[in-house]
């Protein structure tokens, strides 16, 4: 008898916490998609950044052997700085030059002086594809591992950064309200 009272609990228990392990869990919550950063923080975080490295390639081969530099010191900065290097260091940065372009479409971003990225605007819209397009052929070329394909990919990337500045970004300070409105047609 109490080998069937402990049989029967034990069953009872495995089934309970079996029926608690399928149990549909609560839905994990959907990131957010509502923009941290300002268009200008965007720009500056990963844009410039990661454009430099490229447009880098036109001087220096990421192929070189390194020369060897001073002792690196303890901070995070200095452990970590060189953790990637050579061509993973420009096909990274195609990557997020390319990827970036969803970041700056963000529904709900803002220029640093407030006003919405004009994400809605046809021409906004034909400059962003150019980004995706010119990061892109900076990735493949990259991955060619070619010096001289590099740097052709920055003729094209430094138009994409032109053409979208001339409209909206080359009319005076970062918070001039001027800023993120397209330019008047001459």
Known sequence: MVMRILSTALTCAFVT??????????PVPAPSSKPTGTLAQVM?????????????VQQNDPGAPKKKGAETGASATDTYAN???GWEVVEN???ALTDGVDLILTPGRRCQNGKPVPAQQADFQKFARNMR?????????????NQEKVSDATNDLADACSMCHEV???????DSPARCTPALKK
């Open 83 to 85: 953790a990637y290097s």
């Open 44 to 56: 500056r975080g990963i844009y410039f950044p990661n454009a430099n490295l490229i447009f880098d």
């Open 93 to 95: 940065a195609a990557v």
């Open 168 to 174: 909206y970004r080359d009319k005076g300070p970062a």
């Open 133 to 145: 397009r010119s990061g892109l052929a900076a990735l493949q070329a990259a991955r060619t591992r």
């Open 17 to 26: 916490a079996v029926a608690v392990a399928q149990a549909p869990s609560k």
